[in-house]
């Protein structure tokens, strides 16, 4: 099983920190990589390349313009989180019972209406108002069963646990 | 048992988002309340207070310059959440057993290396870099046991779960 993350509507500037928190949140809780549509941002992939390098494993990032062709190539399931979606504890044993490719899409401050239509999955991770960040750091704690807490990374940079203040190791 | 949480080094305009998200995400998750430290920001206060008087519910929303005094005031216990910490998995259990307040810190760029000692936890969700936002919202999952997910609000604006689509009720 394949998991990408489709990011809609980034913003240059605006949208900097959120979307490369959605990056780092995709690679570091087991997605094997992010595509990010909107503005066309090099300053962005490059930040998150620059982490991938630096700390390790496979991680695909790249930007598509046309959001539409990533998800209408895609050859497994689209998850659409939203808030206006059906309640995640509900469907959470559907989505992980298919087990091939998926694509789990994230807005941007205005999604398509298209979008709830082309998803196989409109979830919602409560109905409240909250952080796309948020959302997709819990779906994929889901997905994986927490497996995603024992991924080992391997990159120059490593953090050695502490109870207080901070080791790191750097090869 | 209440849980507040107290987000670190906020910056106007650089941070204006990723600190709303982190309010949001205390709100929808079953924290009580977040108190903001770090350079002051009425806007942000009160776009925060105006989803809790939207969307239903009580929930604190604060500024607060002297962050210590925030963290020696508290009556019960204090968690960092920090990716240099112990991993969550690992402490969680004592964490729940610990019945009484919690206050949650979550950072900033940078955390003064006081934090980590006045913290009686420190812990890390992963040891990746990633996100405060994600952090405090897998970090609640882990406390509540999912019960945030089921937590009512009462407010002027509800969402009716949809299959596809949007639907929002307005009282």
Redesign the interface.
Known sequence: MGILVLRLGHRIK??E??SA?CG??A???GADGIIYSGEKDDSLLKSIKK?VER?GNKFEVRYEKNWKKVIKDCDGKIVHLT???????EKIDEIKNYKENLLIVIGGEKVP?EV??L?DW?I????????E??????FL?KLLE?K??K?E?KGKL??I????????LES
Do not use: C
């Open positions: 605006r949208d920190r959120v928190h780092l949140v690679r570091a809780f982490i700390w808030m206006y979606g059906l309640p995640v504890q209406s709830y239509n998803a409109n919602a991770i409560t109905n409240q108002p909250h952080s960040i948020a959302a997709l750091a819990f704690d927490g995603e807490l991924k990374f490593k953090i646990p502490q109870e207080k203040g901070k080791k790191i």
